[in-house]
Structure formats: C-alpha cells, structure tokens
C-alpha cells in the first residue's frame, strides 16, 4: 500500500496514531508528519511495533538517529500500513461503545439483541426474535422506564454472565468427552487480551464476552483450551487434537481475531 493510499484511508485524521502523548522523536513519513516512540536497549538491531498508541522504535545504543530515521523511511510503507489497520481497529472499537438505555442493542451469539426496560416484570426474560413481526432477540430487564445507564448496563452485563457459563459448561460437556479430557472447573475471566487459558490441574478459565461471538466461533475457543489439557503447548500435535475435533478451525479464529466487542462503560 502506497503512503498517498495509506492516507487517504483516513490516517492523516488520527493523531493520537501519529503524534502519540508517549513520542520523543517525529519526522515526515509519506507526507505525513509522524511521532514515535524510540527505545534505546541492548540488542543488534533495529525492531519497529506498531499499536494502538502508535509506533514504537527500539534501536542500539550505538546506533546514530540519522540512521534510525533512515531504517524508518526504508519501512514507511509497512509502518503506514500497520498505522491504517490500528486507525481502522480504534473507530470499529469506537462504534462499538454502548449507549445504555432502553431500545439500546448488544452483540449476543453473533446477532442483535436488543435491550428494553420492562419495571413490570419480576425477572429479567429474553424473548425469542419473531421474524414474522420484523421483531429481534429481544432482553427485557427487570428496571423502570427511567432506569440509569450504569443500572441498564450492570443488569445486561450480569445477565451475559450468566448465560456465558451455561453456553460454556454445555459447550465443554459437548467437546469433553469427545476430547478425551475432563474439566475438573470452569472459571469466567474478563480479561482484556485473553479468550482462554487451561491449566494442568484440569481447570479451564473462559473470557464471558465469547457471549458476544457467533456459537461458531465460541466452540473454537472452548476446544482449543481442552486440547491444552492433552498438549500444554502450540505443538504441531497440539493443532492436530483441535483440527481433529474442528476442521474448519483455521476460519473460526479468524472472525474472533477480527471481531470488535462492546465497549462496556
């Protein structure tokens, strides 16, 4: 991707990409005016990171600033490139945010679930989506009319919980017994960078937001962390345990790699 295309997809509009709060040097990439962070450290050569506070450099101590700059310009189309897929990640993650309050909408299972506050009611109840009247997956809560964003927030954030370790005790009871493996205790995690974890001791730990996915790909996380019970590592025999189970799994971790969850806050 050239510099002119790699603006033209709106990075020239991100400054917090390109003149990050953290950046200690700047220069001109593709026209367009750059801040990096540079990092001084003990190693041989030159490493370039790009996240979402932007780019990161990390040079030598005997390498002069000419020529950091200069391996940054012989970079420039990758570093832009890596630059518009953040910029793109950050307005998705952006979109994604929540307006909590009656008639507001939430990913469930891969669809639109769509959340009112019903004070009649003396529990939370999910109705059905009913096509035929042009009606989705619909939560009503257990609040009135008036109800605060934090409250309507909390409320469909403890309702996800809860249907996050049912969908997974009934996935792992699913996949288990096929695996050859046995949980011996399943906990939610909401950790921000982790889907999953498994441990030695049988235990499993599951990211609840999964909820948001398609059922699809929820099941891929669930068979990866069994077949960590079997091979505690990335093996090759590792991957052959999951293909085993999960042909097609190569595709469902691609849509939870692109995939954006709500912002709750």
Not at 74 to 93: H, M, N, S, T, Y
Not at 152 to 175: K, M, N, P
């Amino acid at each position: 991707m050239s510099p002119r295309s790699t603006a033209d997809t709106g990075l020239a509009h991100s400054e917090a990409l390109l003149r990050p709060a953290e950046a200690n040097r700047e220069l001109v990439l593709g026209g367009l005016h750059l801040g990096y962070l540079l990092k001084r450290a003990t190693r041989r050569t030159i490493g370039f990171v790009v996240g979402p506070r932007g780019l990161a450099v990390s040079a030598p101590r005997w390498v002069s600033q000419p020529q950091i700059d200069g391996a940054v310009q012989l970079k420039a189309d990758w570093i832009l490139r890596k630059l518009a897929e953040q910029g793109q990640r950050l307005v998705q993650i952006d979109a994604a945010r929540i307006a909590w309050r009656d008639g507001a909408r939430v990913p469930y299972l891969g669809e639109d679930l769509l959340v009112r506050t019903t004070g009649t009611l003396t529990r939370t109840v999910l109705q059905e989506a009913q096509p035929h009247l042009g009606q989705p997956r619909t939560l009503h809560l257990r609040l009135p009319a008036g109800a605060m964003p934090a409250q309507i927030r909390d409320s469909v954030q403890r309702w996800l919980q809860q249907q996050a370790r049912a969908l997974f005790e009934a996935r792992i009871a699913h996949f288990a017994a096929a695996m050859g493996v046995q949980v011996t205790r399943l906990r939610l995690s909401s950790a921000r960078t982790r889907w999953g974890s498994a441990s030695s001791d049988g235990s499993v730990r599951l990211n609840w937001r999964l909820v948001h996915f398609p059922l699809a790909t929820l099941d891929y996380v669930v068979v990866h962390e069994l077949a960590h019970l079997r091979e505690m590592n990335h093996s090759p025999a590792f991957w052959a345990i999951v293909r085993a189970v999960m042909p097609d799994y190569e595709a469902r971790r691609r849509t939870l790699k692109d995939g954006v969850v709500p912002v709750f806050d």
